[in-house]
């Protein structure tokens, strides 16, 4: 059973627009998320986090959003540019080591 | 600064042989883990180790083992390969324990035939 899922396999983005990945998750005990950027052949890079007790988080041109009553969160990224394309993972956990990764998302932003 | 290195980077090997998986990191870090990511799905996490001397179980820990010695060095050992452990595999870090892993290695390909 996927505790976390990413239901868009891929998105595609024009330069300079805002990119909107997303997250769903089943598990009401999560209370911490992160996202990872991953480049081919590369490990991945962290981006940012949400604690359950937020529900906006920025960094720079990263803002994730938090909807606990429906599971659900996204990253927003503005302006999107063509060094931003990659595979975007969401992570939870219920407060252990164990995060629990999403499938990902290819995000291609198009120049 | 090198990071999260790993090491080897490609392995191809035959069921039942053994092989060991090294990670080393130099930022001091306390926690290690150990994950695997095979196509379509996201990492799952094999072992975690929160210091030198412990590590516990992740989602898949069935066929490995680890050994982790000393702060810097986190291994993974597969004592009789199997097809099923064909995957890439990720070694990460992080300071703190139970902390995100905030620092990932480039990877290792293991295919088994």
Same mark, same amino acid.
């Not at chain 1, 960094?59 to 606990?68: A, I, M, P, S």
């Given at each position: 059973?996927?505790?976390?899922?990413?239901? %868009?396999? %891929?998105?595609?983005?024009?330069? @300079?627009? &805002?990119?909107?990945?997303?997250?769903?998750? !089943?598990?009401?005990?999560?209370?911490?998320?992160?996202? +990872?950027?991953?480049?081919?052949?590369? @490990?991945? !890079?962290?981006?940012?986090? &949400?604690? %359950? &007790?937020?529900?906006?988080?920025?960094?720079?041109?990263? !803002?994730?959003?938090?909807?606990?009553?429906?599971?659900?969160? %996204?990253?927003? &990224?503005?302006?999107?540019?063509?060094?931003?394309?990659?595979?975007?993972?969401?992570?939870? !956990?219920?407060?252990?080591?164990? +995060?629990?990764? @999403?499938?990902?998302?290819?995000?291609?932003?198009?120049? | 600064?090198?990071?999260?290195?790993?090491?080897?980077?490609?392995?191809?090997?035959?069921? $039942?042989? *053994?092989?060991?998986?090294?990670?080393?990191?130099?930022?001091?870090?306390?926690?290690?883990?150990?994950?695997?990511?095979?196509?379509?799905? $996201?990492? #799952?996490?094999?072992?975690?180790?929160?210091?030198?001397?412990?590590?516990?179980?992740?989602?898949?820990?069935?066929?490995?083992? =680890?050994?982790?010695?000393?702060?810097?060095? /986190?291994?993974? #050992?597969?004592?009789?390969?199997?097809? *099923?452990?064909?995957? =890439?595999? /990720?070694?990460?870090?992080?300071?703190?324990?139970?902390?995100?892993?905030?620092?990932?290695?480039?990877?290792?390909?293991?295919? =088994? =035939?």
């Amino acid at each position: 059973d996927q505790q976390v899922k990413q239901n %868009s396999p %891929s998105l595609s983005v024009q330069e @300079g627009r &805002i990119s909107i990945l997303n997250c769903d998750y !089943t598990n009401s005990m999560f209370d911490y998320f992160l996202w +990872y950027k991953k480049y081919p052949a590369e @490990g991945p !890079t962290f981006l940012i986090s &949400i604690s %359950s &007790i937020k529900d906006k988080n920025e960094d720079g041109r990263f !803002t994730v959003f938090l909807n606990k009553s429906a599971k659900h969160l %996204s990253l927003h &990224i503005v302006p999107s540019q063509p060094g931003d394309s990659a595979v975007y993972f969401c992570a939870a !956990t219920s407060g252990t080591y164990k +995060y629990i990764f @999403g499938t990902g998302t290819r995000l291609k932003v198009l120049a | 600064n090198a990071g999260v290195t790993q090491n080897p980077k490609f392995q191809v090997l035959k069921t $039942g042989q *053994s092989m060991t998986l090294q990670c080393a990191q130099d930022m001091n870090h306390n926690s290690m883990y150990w994950y695997r990511q095979d196509p379509g799905m $996201g990492l #799952r996490l094999i072992y975690y180790s929160a210091s030198e001397g412990t590590t516990d179980k992740g989602e898949v820990p069935n066929g490995y083992n =680890v050994s982790r010695l000393n702060k810097r060095e /986190f291994s993974l #050992r597969l004592e009789s390969a199997a097809p *099923s452990q064909t995957s =890439v595999y /990720f070694c990460a870090s992080c300071p703190g324990a139970g902390a995100l892993p905030s620092n990932f290695g480039e990877g290792s390909w293991l295919t =088994v =035939v």
